[in-house]
């Protein structure tokens, strides 16, 4: 009995040691984890807190309960400032109607909600301004899949998407000057030697049929082409000059100029013209008016709206050229009593892609190209030019200048 009694003490003392063995293989393995946890909480604190990006934590909510502190060096709230705060509360308008936009995307297209998204969207910092950011977020699951927060990751972006703006504007900027330049040779192949077709046949009949033909119809043959090569010189002058100022090759070089002086230099120019269509000139520019311009491009510019208003302008008509000072500008206005343009071709005017181009009251050709250098000279002077005209009531061209160097 003794013996039994001595074998089950000693068997239960044997169980008790391994069963406190095994459990203190458990407390040891169990502090070992606490131990890598804690290590693991403050290696993860020590990189959120000292990231250059922004780490955050939203709930189920959407609602912020954890950002950290590079939200501070970033945007320049404060850690209380944010926490309890919805996403929504963050974004930009803008960025609102794309976080928006995504989420639908995401039902329409059945995306799983816990799967991570990236997203770039706009937000709101302290100081008013706005920052573009690109944000990662992973979404948090329980045992059952539901989604019960959020982690995420923000980092600016702002420099890069200033960046990307920059070089959308160049490659448009680009595109624009490509397209220009297929306009240009368009314009040299056909609009600049089509005319020469015509002016050919005329010195040919002159050649051939001079002893057959009157003083009377030598002369209307003479001025015929003499019109028509001023016409394609000025024309050429034209294709020339806006090849310069798209190079940067044409000087600019602004002076002072009185504009009653320059005004009627330039209406010289169309006297055999004016007199041919019979038509009346009027100009109300005050002496003492005077405009901060180069000289070439203000002849150039006032060359080509004088040009088109006798184009426009039916024999026995009336041009004014007209000049007031409004502030620091003065406002000249070319207007004529002639056609006039339809209210759907006024916007086409001053842009070479639309290549606007009519036939004047005599069949006179042209490209467009003048009003779209007369644009590129405004815009050289930091000023502007536009247009009041309708159908058959005559057109008002109008620009301004500045008024001194200022």
Known sequence: MDNLLNNKTSGDLNQFENELNELRSITENYQNLLSTLKASEAKYRFLTENSAD???????????????PADKKIRGYEFEEVIGLSIWDILTPEGKIILEKRFAEKDQNKVPKNQPTRYELPLICKNGSTM??????NPITDKSGEVTGFNGITRDITERKRFEEEIKSKNEKLKELNDNKDKFFSIIAHDLRSPFQGLLGVSNLLITEADNL??????EFAML???SLN???RLLEDLLSWA????????????????LEETYNVLQMFKTNLKSKNIDTKINVGEDVTVFADKDMFYLLLRNLISNAIKFTNPGGLIEINASVEGENVVFEVKDNGIGIEEEDLEKLFKLNSHYSTEGTHNEAG????LVLCKEITDRHKGKIWVESASGSGSSFMFTLPKNNS
Request: proline share 2%; net charge positive; charged share 25%.
């Open 231 to 233: 016409n394609q010189f």
């Open 54 to 68: 922004i780490v955050w934590h939203l709930d189920k909510d959407l609602r912020f309960t954890y950002v950290s």
């Open 214 to 219: 009157s003083k009377e119809e030598i002369k």
């Open 367 to 370: 490209t467009g190209l003048g």
């Open 244 to 259: 310069r100022i798209q190079s940067g090759k044409m000087k600019f070089e602004p002076i002072i100029l009185v504009a």
């Open 225 to 227: 082409l003499n019109n």
């Open 132 to 137: 573009w950011c690109e944000v990662n977020v």
